[in-house]
């Protein structure tokens, strides 16, 4: 497409081909003069320059004239003037007239394939040494770690990189992503632009040695990233002290493995709570896991809906079966349903690792019911054992309480004992209102907001369903452990809220308890 726009058919309906016949540059083809016309997009790219100089188009057009077709000068000076006058002041879409001799490229996109293009295919000296040239795999990382605005380069580096063959793009991204763990801004972007590229690649960049060793450093440095971690493997990783990376960069982080298919290990762990019989899931139920219940083929199947029981008022269990298969049986009337966020790609299912959002208590006690006919089922609760016996459910609030550490006074659940939390300790141990992310976060992203069993997120991301109502002689069920549309009082581990079981907000989720019987 880009090829076709830079020399495009004139309105006469004569070619590109035609056209170019008439400079008398004999043997001149198409891609020469693109080559070219690339060169003078990349300097003016490499330069700053908003537009291209008409001074450094003819530069490059001469000099391929010259160089490659052994023209004089003059023949060489005329033809140029007469493909500027002739071609590019009239007869295109890509390079157009802006100020006084120079082009301007209207789209952003295409200046950067032109750059791009140029990159791949032309060898750049080296600042260090003049006389050596290297080709885009290592003069591309080199202008992005020169270069204080890595934006500057990221789309340059990534069509030059779709340019070439895996085992190639490999070789660059060993370049150009850190060894060690990135300590700064520009070292973020670094591996923020390795991983774009790395997804690019798709695939095929693991079948080489190279390739499979490159794509585990990126993910292992997202991760660190995400979780603002020093050197360790996940999850033994340690806590940055002090903070190092900011809420939105380590949510970028998070929402790049996501997308490069990244899986945290222990996703599926149960965690046993000290001087109790239960055990509580390690984190909130994510996208990949919920996608797995309402995809399933016996998703409709009337006894996960109909086995649901919920504690009322009195402290006893009752059968609510009926009422929640009345409202799926509403809710499905037309279509089968998904969580309401499901196709919004904010809170979505193209958020794997993500809490998912949008569903009904009836919902997340549904997945409870499927999970316990499931649990041995391929990819349905990988690696998440729990004693022979157990069943899943939704827990009590009293249960939520005692995995967060206690409820008493205004303590958080990583704390030992109650204390006044900044406004600083919030950004870096749990996703409030504060943080400014506008929406969910990877369910491992915050290891310095654990509870002192290690459970969690159990302060912010998602308000969790529980099992419970939320006072006597009304219909709502309790949540707790606060949200990202709340502010950092509501991530307490002693706040409450309550909802409607018909309610399906994007600031709520839920949690599996495993409990014998």
């Known amino acids: 497409y880009v090829n076709k726009s830079v020399l495009a058919t004139m309105p006469q309906g004569e070619g590109a081909e035609d056209f170019l016949r008439r400079l008398e540059v004999p043997g001149l083809r198409l891609a020469e003069v693109e080559t070219a016309l690339d060169e ?17 188009l003819r530069r490059a057009l001469r000099h391929t004239f010259i160089a490659l077709f052994k023209l004089s000068d003059d023949r060489a000076a005329a033809a140029t003037e007469k493909f500027l006058v002739g071609w590019l002041r009239d007869r295109n879409a890509l390079l157009v007239p802006a100020a006084e001799d120079s082009f301007g490229v209207p789209h952003r996109s295409f200046r950067e394939f032109m750059a791009g293009r140029y990159l791949f295919g032309n060898p750049l000296p080296d600042p260090n040494d003049p006389e050596t040239e290297d080709d885009w795999k290592v003069a591309g990382p080199r ?12 789309d340059v580096l990534r069509f030059a990189a779709a340019l070439d063959k895996p085992l190639d793009v490999a070789t660059a991204l060993d370049e150009l992503c850190p060894e060690g ?13 390795s991983a774009e590229i790395a997804r690019d690649a798709g695939p095929s960049l693991s079948r080489f040695k190279t390739g499979e060793r490159v794509s585990a450093r990126i993910k ?6 995400m979780r603002d971690t020093g050197e360790g493997e996940y999850p033994h990783d340690p806590p940055n002290n002090p903070p190092l990376v900011p809420p939105r960069t380590r949510l ?40 797995r219940f309402c995809e399933a083929g016996d998703y409709p199947d009337p006894q996960w809906w109909r086995g649901q029981r919920g504690m009322d008022a009195e402290g006893k269990w009752q059968d609510l079966g009926d009422e929640a298969w009345q409202w799926f ?29 949008g569903v009904t208590w009836y919902e997340a006690a549904a997945y409870c019911v499927w999970l316990n006919r499931h649990r041995d089922d391929p990819g349905v609760n990988e690696g998440g054992k729990v004693p022979e016996g157990f069943s899943f459910r939704l827990p009590l609030e009293t249960e939520w309480a005692a995995a967060a550490g206690g409820d008493e006074a205004n303590r958080y659940p990583w704390q030992r004992t109650p204390a006044e939390v900044t406004r600083d300790e919030i950004l870096s141990r749990a996703n409030t209102n504060e943080s400014d992310l506008k ?15 290690g459970v969690m997120d159990m302060s912010g ?18 949540l707790r452990g606060g949200s990202w549309g709340n502010n950092q009082y509501g991530a307490r581990a002693a706040a409450r809220s309550y909802s409607h079981p018909n309610d399906n907000w994007d600031i709520s989720g839920f949690r599996v308890l495993a409990s014998p019987g």
């Open 461 to 478: 991301n998602v308000w969790e369903w529980q099992a419970n109502l939320y006072e006597k002689g009304e219909p709502y069920r309790a």
């Open 439 to 453: 929406g969910t976060s990877p369910v491992c992203m915050y290891p310095s907001g654990a509870s002192l069993f």
């Open 220 to 225: 292992s440095q997202l991760i660190h990233v």
């Open 143 to 154: 202008l992005v770690k020169r270069e204080p605005d890595t934006d500057k380069w990221r």
């Open 329 to 357: 049986r509403r809710a499905n009337e037309k279509e089968k349903r998904v969580p309401y966020y499901w196709d919004n790609p904010r809170f979505g299912a193209a958020r794997r690792i993500f809490p998912v959002v």
């Open 181 to 193: 763990a990135a300590r700064d801004s520009a070292e973020f972007q670094q591996v923020f632009l």
């Open 40 to 56: 003078a997009v990349f300097n003016a790219h490499r330069d700053g320059e908003p537009d291209i100089p008409g001074d450094s």
């Open 252 to 291: 970028e982080a998070g929402l790049l493995l996501d997308s490069l298919g990244w899986t945290p290990p222990d996703l599926y762990a149960f965690i046993p709570i000290r001087n109790t019989q239960y055990a509580i899931a390690k984190y909130p139920v994510t996208v990949l896991q919920y996608r």
